[in-house]
Nanobody
Framework: QVQLVESGGGLVQSGGSLRLSCATS????????MGWYRQAPGKQRELVAT???????NYSDFVKGRFTISRDNTKNTMYLQMNSLKPEDTAVYYC?????????WGQGTQVTVSA
């Protein structure tokens, strides 16, 4: 079983920055792809970005050029650096992975961007 714990959310003004962290309960180098998702009130959960064990990254169009996903296998932690935040980025952000046939989600961290 894998436990994922997000942190780093908060309230920030439009144009500001936040860095989210996702700590894993197992050694990160054992996990291939990890990702960040978000869910705004009244909307479906959507993919933000993914990163593979080889550090190949993929971003949804609405965050390209503003967000950066990374992972540090020595710290068993994945990150999401969010710059130039917009009010429409307001959501609960979740980290996600699949391991040995099971899918795992963190509890989420709230990001609120004020206009």
């Amino acid at each position: 079983q894998v436990q994922l714990v997000e942190s780093g959310g908060g309230l920030v003004q439009s144009g500001g920055s936040l860095r989210l962290s996702c700590a894993t309960s197992i050694r990160l180098f054992n996990i291939n792809t990890m990702g960040w998702y978000r869910q705004a009130p009244g909307k479906q959960r959507e993919l933000v970005a993914t990163i593979t064990s080889g550090h190949t990254t993929n971003y949804s169009d609405f965050v390209k050029g503003r967000f950066t996903i990374s992972r540090d296998n020595t710290k068993n932690t994945m990150y999401l650096q969010m710059n130039s935040l917009k009010p429409e980025d307001t959501a609960v952000y979740y980290c996600n992975t699949k391991f040995q046939g099971f899918e795992y989600w963190g509890q989420g961290t709230q990001v609120t961007v004020s206009a």
